[in-house]
């Protein structure tokens, strides 16, 4: 079962990339993003992440965002799974 940071994550992917219906379910923790996705280019990156702030009410800052935050799938869950934790 998918916990609601994951359901959120999946749909915000969808959305911001414009992916297929159903292709973010498919996306495991080691699923590559960045460099394995051609939708998520460097262009999309700020906006996917604004998105995830909006809608998972976070702040992800400057120092968050290096290569293995969007490396994978998993990377990027347990980021924003943290973040909402603090919140």
Not at 12 to 27: M, S
């Amino acid at each position: 079962m998918q916990n609601d940071t994951d359901h959120l994550l999946r749909r915000i992917l969808t959305d911001v990339l414009g992916l297929k219906p159903g292709q973010a379910e498919g996306f495991t923790a080691d699923t590559g993003l960045f460099g394995h996705l051609p939708e998520l280019d460097s262009m999309a990156v700020a906006g996917l992440l604004t998105e995830i702030e909006d809608r998972m009410d976070i702040v992800i800052d400057d120092d968050d965002v290096d290569g293995d935050l969007l490396g994978d799938y998993g990377a990027l869950l347990a980021f924003c799974s943290a973040k909402r934790r603090l919140n």
